[in-house]
């Protein structure tokens, strides 16, 4: 089914999200059409990849059938101002990853409750079609609409439908924890650097050693991490020496501390 996908904002995570799309021929570059504030991000940017650029906000809403939401929570409701009255003409579906604007707020600043719309929260890893991205949507949104919204995004990654209260917590479990992950890694690869391994090698064993963990974790419906941990924690060895010693660090304490400050910051009491 052929539509067209529009773009309000064009930062780091709607080019995530597109080059996802580009490399799993999802949709096709001419059925993307995009528009930002910067005409030089924007511009250079369709160029590069065939993609449409639109004037304005405006005219990306008169074309799109999928209509994407992807601006700074500060400059939301002003967009939503602009685009008001077009996208109650053009009755698309309204796909919002906009942190920290609810699926009710989004139907008030539009002043319609009658518009299907669609909140997702992705992570940076859809552009290699690796991401987590979480969906929740309005009332207005029938199981049709919802599952092509739902086989699209799973171009992506994984999708999970998971209650709108909850977005915070999928924030900080998927979307901030790429970060966490890579702080993981580069201290991984510091600790080789320290032995007498380069830089490079350090990285590549340490990022292999958690990407097959992930593939791990996720094949073992019945095994939890703490068993798989238990599994290669021989007696007496050096795994338990150097899990013991983590925790003496306060590992644990620290990941769950780092996930309680991004849930605070995300519902606005940091």
Request: charge should be neutral; proline fraction near 3%.
């Amino acid at each position: 089914m052929k539509m067209k996908i529009g773009f309000i904002g064009v930062g780091n995570m709607a080019k995530a999200i597109i080059q996802g799309w580009l490399k799993a021929n999802a949709v096709s570059p001419n059925e993307i059409v995009i528009h930002s504030a910067h005409p030089s991000n924007y511009e250079k940017y369709a160029a590069k990849y065939g993609l449409q650029s639109a004037k304005n906000n405006i005219e990306v809403v008169q074309q799109a059938d999928l209509l994407c939401l992807a601006v700074k929570p500060q400059t939301l409701t002003k967009v939503l101002q602009e685009i008001r009255t077009t996208v109650v003409q053009q009755h698309s579906i309204i796909i919002s990853m906009v942190t920290g604007f609810s699926l009710k707020q989004l139907e008030q600043s539009l002043q319609n409750h009658d518009l299907k719309i669609l909140r997702i929260m992705p992570n940076v890893n859809v552009e290699i079609n690796a991401g987590m991205t979480a969906l929740a949507g309005n009332r207005n949104l029938s199981a049709t609409d919802f599952e092509l919204c739902q086989n699209l995004i799973g171009k992506l990654g994984q999708t999970m439908e998971i209650a709108e209260k909850d977005f915070s917590l999928f924030v900080a479990l998927a979307g901030s924890s790429p970060a966490f992950i890579y702080l993981f890694i580069d201290a991984m690869s510091r600790a080789g650097v320290k032995y007498g391994f380069n830089k490079q090698q350090a990285t590549k064993i340490a990022a292999q050693a958690v990407l097959g963990s992930a593939q791990k974790v996720l094949a073992s419906d019945e095994q939890t991490p703490w068993d798989l941990i238990d599994a290669v924690s021989s007696p007496g060895g050096t795994t338990i020496a150097g899990l013991l010693a983590m925790e003496e660090a306060g590992f644990m304490t620290s990941v769950i501390k780092g996930i309680d400050a991004t849930i605070a910051k995300d519902q606005g009491k940091d």
